[in-house]
């Protein structure tokens, strides 16, 4: 069992109106096999890997009309601090926090540039089971057009260290990297959206799943009726891409396995 420091993403989940279309879709994209679902909790359920639980799909709840996407949510050992944290330095609670029955406690935040995020304080549910291997969660990046907003928020909202990119190949690149537990690894990043992004984009979480093979993993979501949004790409992280599935929820896809070029240095 993974232990997860505070502010360290811990699990994810997406609203699907087509709950079984998705179930179809990750079940050959990313591998995944699917519990029965929880009618007790509005029917949701569990995405396995291996037989470890790495996700969660669900049905939206009757009269929300949202859009399909992937929420990532953050490790935190008191849900009603954490909200707290959250209002006082300029972000919003859109939900809870919610006990949810015996697994724990949930609420859904918005930081102050607009990205939307979970947290999640673990009852008898703990997280991930598998992560940063094929088939599971490997890593997650805020996009947005207004770094200092989310760069002063999440440091004072949890306890991270943060350190941005210096690379001379990359110098108009924006990117900070948070890091959290003791000592401290990498949790989650942040990226500058360039103008390369429609300026109809909001600012958004990218989760990134492992795949055995990016290209692959590219074909079947286009074979599916998803979407191509960047790359395959190499880099000294993995070969990744950005994309989209059937329904509209973004996700990237990496091959952690397969690396190119030196790792940039972080100061």
Known sequence: MFE???????????????????????????????GESSSEYGNY??????????????PPMPGVDAPSQWCLYLASADASAT?????ANGGDVLMGPMQVGSFGTMLIAKEPSGAVFGVWQPGEHKGF???GEAGSYAWAEVFTREPAKPDAFLTKVFPYSAERMDDPDAADMDFMVFSAGDPGRP?????????DF??????YIQVYFGVPDCDEAVSKTQKHGGKLHFGP?????GRFAAVSDPQGAAFAVIDLST?????????
Do not use: N
Request: proline share 10%; charged share 25%.
């Open 4 to 34: 997860f420091p505070e502010g360290a993403p811990c699990w994810v989940d997406a609203m699907f109106r087509d709950v079984e279309g998705a179930k179809t879709f990750y079940g050959d994209v990313l591998g995944w096999t699917f």
């Open 45 to 58: 359920t569990q995405a396995y890997s291996d037989g470890k639980a790495v996700a969660a799909v669900v």
């Open 83 to 87: 909200a707290g944290k959250v209002t």
């Open 129 to 131: 089971e598998k992560m």
């Open 187 to 195: 949790v989650l990043g942040r990226m500058k959206m360039d103008d």
């Open 198 to 203: 429609p300026p109809e984009v909001p600012p």
């Open 233 to 237: 790409m190499d880099s000294p992280f």
């Open 259 to 267: 690396t190119v070029g030196e790792m940039p240095s972080f100061g």
